[in-house]
């Protein structure tokens, strides 16, 4: 049987592995990629959104989530000051600014919306079928 410490250390390494990614992206001098004008405040918005949901699920309520919101938006601080080390990078303040909108708005949805919340944990492979009226649970490949 896994321990409940067991269990919760798993968990931290979605967070892990994505900030990890992050990090590896942001030292590199360029990145692959469409030049579109604001292409990458919306790429920002997102990883980072992803990555304050990822780190927001390893608590509880609205404090932990602002806890989560404040430690993504500081670890978005942290890689733009990294970047200005990097040949070719630069530090922008509005990718800061996009880095943390994103992971506030992703904390306050997973947060807030308990109809999102439960979509986005629900198992892969496991959809919701209707039959005489009541949801019924599936597997994949079992009618």
């Not at 309520?61 to 000051?81: C, H, I, M, Q």
Request: proline share 4%; net charge positive.
């Amino acid at each position: 049987m896994i321990s409940n410490a067991t269990s919760s250390q798993r968990g931290w390494l979605w967070p892990a592995a994505l900030a990890l990614l992050i990090l590896a992206a942001s030292h590199r001098s360029t990145l692959a990629g469409p030049r579109i004008p604001g292409l990458d405040k919306a790429v920002h918005f997102a990883v980072y959104g992803l990555l304050g949901t990822l780190v927001c699920r390893q608590g509880r309520g609205w404090r932990a989530a602002g806890w989560s919101a404040l430690a993504v938006s500081a670890f978005g601080a942290t890689d733009e000051w990294h970047q200005s080390f990097v040949p070719g990078r630069s530090t922008e303040l509005a990718d800061w600014l996009a880095d943390t909108l994103g992971a506030a708005t992703a904390v306050a949805l997973y947060t807030g919306w308990a109809r999102y919340r439960q979509m986005l944990e629900r198992p892969i492979g496991v959809r919701r079928r209707r039959m005489g009226g009541s949801a019924i649970a599936t597997e994949p490949g079992k009618r």
